[in-house]
Structure formats: structure tokens, C-alpha cells
């Protein structure tokens, strides 16, 4: 099992920034791939961002591409995300997800473990 607990999340203005952290307890961390993904309000959840296991590779949505920086500490099993230049349509709960497979994923049903999420309100 891990355990993923996130925060950082708040109301902040568009053109503002936020950071989000991912905290891991359990199983070794750097043995899972983690991707943060994001749902707003009666939409699907979907992937903003995955990093691999030693944190040398990194996949954005296109979305967030060039706004949205993800990061980790293998020494402190932690996953951040530095979200600048906020827009209105980034307003969502955002969770942060392990995954133990082999390659960087971006379909939800992939990861094995999920924190319960932090909600991020961007206002305009």
C-alpha cells in the first residue's frame, strides 16, 4: 500500500500561482511513477502531468504545457507541482496518483493508489 496525501491547494487569482505537494507514506517511492491529474466540477478527471520514477522524465498535458512544472524528492518521497499563470478553467480538485507500471501513463485507470485530493480555485 501508499499512502498519498496532497496540499497546497487554495483560491487564488488568475495570472497568480500555487504550489501543490504530495506526501508519501508505505511502499518505497521510487518504485512508482506519479502523476498529478484533475477534476472539475461534472467533468471526468484528467491527467495535467506525470513524472518517472527517478524524476528524469516528465509528460505535461497540453494544457498546462509551459505553465505547470512537476518535480520530486526520492529522499523525502514527495511530488510537487508549481502551477504559474493560473487560468479560471484550471479550478478543479487535483490528486496526485502512484503508479507502479512500466512505462509514464496518462489514463487514470492505470494508477494504483490515489491521494484524496486537494482543491485549487482559480478566480478571474
Known amino acids: 500500500q501508499v499512502q498519498l496525501v496532497e496540499s497546497g491547494g487554495g483560491l487564488v487569482q488568475a495570472g497568480g500561482s500555487l504550489r501543490l505537494s504530495c506526501a508519501a507514506s508505505?511502499?518505497?517511492?521510487?518504485?512508482?511513477?506519479m502523476g498529478w491529474f484533475r477534476q472539475a466540477s461534472g467533468k471526468e478527471r484528467e491527467f495535467v502531468t506525470a513524472?518517472?520514477?527517478?524524476?528524469?522524465?516528465?509528460y505535461y498535458a497540453d494544457s498546462v504545457k509551459g505553465r505547470f512544472t512537476v518535480s520530486r524528492d526520492n529522499a523525502k518521497n514527495t511530488v510537487s507541482l508549481q502551477m504559474n499563470s493560473l487560468k479560471p478553467e484550471d479550478t478543479a480538485v487535483y490528486y496526485c496518483?502512484?503508479?507502479?507500471?512500466?512505462?509514464?501513463?496518462?489514463?487514470?485507470?492505470?494508477?494504483?493508489?490515489w491521494g484524496q485530493g486537494t482543491q485549487v480555485t482559480v478566480s478571474s
Open positions: 496518483a502512484a503508479d507502479a507500471g512500466v512505462s509514464l501513463r496518462t489514463t487514470p485507470d492505470r494508477y494504483d493508489y
Open positions: 508505505g511502499r518505497t517511492f521510487s518504485n512508482y511513477h
Open positions: 513524472i518517472s520514477r527517478s524524476g528524469g522524465r516528465s
